[in-house]
C-alpha cells in the first residue's frame, strides 16, 4: 500500500497541460481532390511542397451519356482507385453536398460521390468534405465566384502552363483548400467523413 502511495505522482499541471496542448499539425504531404459527377467526375492530386503546391496528375472521369448508371459508378471507383495506388494520397477533399432543384439529378450525383468515396476510403486515407461555396472563399475570396475564376486561381497557385479542366480544376481547389484550412488554425475546420 505504502508503494502504491509513495510512488510516481502526476501533478495535476501536468493533466492540464496534457488536456489542453493542440493536436498535431496535419501531418499529409499528398492530398487528392475529387470533385464528383456523373458524366464528369473531376480529380486532382497535389503535393504540399517548396516554395508551392505542385500538381501530381489532375483530369475528368468522362461517362458517356449511353452508358448505364451502374457502368460509369464502376468507371468512377476504378479509375480513382488507379489514381490512389499511383500517388499514395493520404488526405483527401471531396466536395460537399448541394441542394439541386432537381430530386433525381441530386439521386445522381449522390450515387457518383458515394463511388467516389468508397475509392477514397478503400485508399486507407482521411476524407475530408468541403462545401463548393468554402472552397470558391479559400480560392477566389467570393464564395460564388464562377468556374473560370477557380481555373485561373488553381492555374496561378500551382504554376500549371494551361487552365485545367473545369472538374479537374474544382478538384485541385478542394485539395488546396485543404491543405489551407488544416495547415493553420482554423475555427471552421473541414468535416471529417
Known amino acids: 500500500m505504502k508503494g502504491r502511495l509513495s510512488g510516481p505522482r502526476r501533478s495535476a499541471t501536468a493533466t492540464i497541460k496534457a488536456e489542453t496542448t493542440s493536436p498535431a ?16 467526375t473531376g480529380f486532382g492530386v497535389i503535393r504540399l511542397d517548396k516554395p508551392h ?8 472521369i468522362i461517362c458517356p451519356k ?4 451502374s457502368r460509369c459508378l464502376l468507371r468512377i471507383s476504378t479509375e480513382l482507385q488507379e489514381v490512389i495506388r499511383e500517388h499514395r494520397p493520404t488526405a483527401c477533399a471531396v466536395e460537399g453536398l448541394f441542394f439541386a432543384q432537381n430530386l433525381r439529378t441530386a439521386l445522381i450525383m449522390g450515387e457518383a460521390r458515394g463511388a467516389s468515396l468508397v475509392a477514397a476510403a478503400a485508399g486507407g486515407m482521411e476524407i475530408f468534405e468541403i462545401s463548393p461555396r468554402k472552397m470558391k472563399l479559400a480560392m477566389v475570396g467570393y464564395g460564388g465566384a464562377q468556374k473560370s475564376a477557380v481555373s485561373q486561381m488553381v492555374r496561378r497557385m500551382l504554376h500549371l502552363v494551361d487552365l485545367p479542366a473545369p472538374d479537374a480544376a474544382d478538384a485541385l481547389a478542394l485539395a488546396l483548400t485543404l491543405a489551407q484550412e488544416t495547415g493553420r488554425h482554423s475555427i471552421a475546420a473541414p468535416k471529417q467523413l
Open 53 to 60: 503546391p505542385v500538381a501530381l496528375a489532375f483530369g475528368t
Open 66 to 69: 449511353a452508358w448505364l448508371l
Open 25 to 40: 499539425p496535419f501531418a499529409h504531404s499528398v492530398i487528392l481532390g475529387i470533385d464528383p459527377s456523373l458524366r464528369g
